[in-house]
């Protein structure tokens, strides 16, 4: 069964530090891979996805992702945060089964804290 | 911006009571999507609908039920609430392609059962 983990329940970084959000997934087929975030009181917002091609992929917000399907992973990273990137981030998988949609499978999330 | 509404965003009922969760989209989505959202736990899709008279149930059992009568509308209904149904609930659409995924979320609705 597809599932994906976030290793990462809660991170502190500092304000102009880089930020990596691991994120692991596991599925058989090609996965659809996303990262979101939900800041407080709100829904969830796209920041990047990986359908194919290159790998490293770039979102919103600075934010970029590099799926590595040797290690099953699909971290986010972001060289320098700020304050305002206080939030709980989501990794998503989903999957393409040529004839019928895959709905998507979510982590547990990784809620990031920044200090002054 | 995402177009997809949610109401209301708050509320606190009594145990029995009926209440609806009101979404709507203004993008044209075929797919819209139920997810029941706990502290420090995933997502959990509960309702989706791939177009108009068609209703799935999720990955987690739910007593609530579901309709879509409009493309853009997909209200969630609990008959009788309970405690246990104290929860955020989440509505999201998505278009109709080959991929998973791109979901719209709306801000979320925040459910309390006393």
């Known amino acids: 069964a597809q599932s994906v983990t976030q290793p990462d329940i809660h991170i502190t970084v500092s304000e102009g530090a880089s930020l990596e959000l691991r994120c692991n997934y596991s599925y058989g087929a090609t996965p659809y891979l996303f990262w979101y975030v939900q800041s407080p009181g709100q829904g969830l917002q796209l920041l990047l996805k990986?359908?194919?091609?290159?790998?490293l992929v770039q979102g919103i917000k600075g934010f970029e992702a590099e799926f590595k399907r040797s290690q099953s992973s699909f971290n986010l990273r972001k060289p320098s945060v700020h304050w305002s990137d206080a939030a709980e981030y989501f990794c998503?998988?989903?999957?393409?089964?040529?004839?019928?949609?895959?709905?998507?499978?979510f982590g547990k999330g990784t809620k990031l804290s920044v200090k002054p | 911006e995402a177009d997809i509404y949610q109401t209301p965003r708050y509320l606190v009922i009594g145990t029995g009571k009926k209440i609806t969760l009101e979404c709507s989209q203004t993008?044209?989505?075929?797919?819209m999507y139920w997810y029941q959202q706990d502290p420090g736990m995933e997502l959990h899709l509960i309702h989706y609908s791939y177009g108009v008279n068609s209703t799935e149930k999720g990955d987690l059992s739910s007593e609530s039920t579901v309709s879509r009568i409009r493309t853009e509308h997909f209200p969630l209904t609990l008959e009788s609430a309970r405690p246990s149904h104290t929860s955020q609930y989440l509505c999201?659409?998505?278009?109709?392609?080959?991929?998973?995924?791109?979901?719209?979320f709306g801000e979320g609705s925040r459910l309390t059962v006393l």
């Open positions: 998503a998988v989903g999957a393409w089964y040529g004839g019928s949609q895959g709905n998507l499978i």
């Open positions: 993008m044209g989505h075929d797919k």
């Open positions: 990986y359908f194919s091609g290159d790998t």
């Open positions: 999201a659409s998505s278009e109709s392609s080959g991929r998973a995924g791109e979901l719209f």
